[in-house]
């Protein structure tokens, strides 16, 4: 992943942008990517609708293992770009993406499933053992809880405290932005504002504007 400045922060993350039903989401799909897309839209949207009842735990789960399943590809390997935010819409038609795309996805899947906002966390890491910047979803039970962390490099859902490989840098969600000095809370650090490239990825989801990646595998 690359480097994010302050200056791109910004959002409304927790806005639903998902207004279309889901045989419209599905439809759109299949008709942009093809079948096999198709198959995993209508898995995509069974998991969202019959994962409701589920408890906060279970739905954590169920969500980092769907998309898990998913290929990990660079944005410039798929996208031919140096930096791509790919649409859920997208990321699921194409099946892959880089860790934004992963952690884009569970986020919105989350929400969906009616997680609050303010349990959930985008957060900008430093994965050590690969050396590079990486992005994962953290979830808090309660406001002071040390985080789980749903990430696409390991499986397992862990408690950030037994995430070593990952260095926290900050996180943020659809209202604040936290400078991250520890794996847990961090300090508030603003308001999230002016995200350009989150503006354009809900931009592109409300209306389901679907892009061709350069590479198709």
């Known amino acids: 992943m690359k480097k994010i400045t302050f200056c791109l922060l910004c959002s409304l993350l927790a806005v639903n942008v998902f207004a ?34 589920l408890t906060e735990p279970k739905k954590l789960m169920v969500v980092n293992n769907f998309f898990n399943q998913f290929i990990f590809i660079s944005d410039q390997k798929l996208w031919g770009k140096e930096d791509y935010w790919a649409t859920p819409y997208e990321f699921v038609g194409v099946g892959a993406g880089d860790c934004e795309d992963f952690s884009i996805a569970k986020y919105q899947a989350l929400i969906e499933l009616g997680i609050d906002d303010s349990k959930l966390r985008l957060v900008y890491v430093k994965a050590l ?15 002071s809880a040390i985080p789980l962390i749903l990430d696409n490099l390991k499986g397992s859902i862990l408690p950030a405290t037994e995430r070593h490989d990952l ?12 400078l991250m000095k520890q794996k847990g809370q961090g300090q508030v650090a603003g308001n999230a504002s002016r995200l350009s490239l989150w503006n354009d990825l809900r931009n592109r989801s409300q209306d389901i504007k679907l892009n061709q990646p350069r590479n198709i595998f």
């Not at 053992?129 to 406001?143: D, G, K, R």
């Open 20 to 53: 279309a039903s889901s045989v419209q989401q599905i439809e759109k799909i299949t008709q942009f990517y093809g079948d096999r897309a198709g198959k995993r839209a209508t898995a995509w949207r069974e998991l969202i609708k019959n994962s409701q009842h």
């Open 167 to 178: 260095l926290p840098i900050y996180s943020f969600n659809g209202s604040k932005l936290w």
């Open 129 to 143: 053992e690969l050396n590079q910047f990486h992005m994962v979803v953290a979830y808090y039970s309660t406001p």
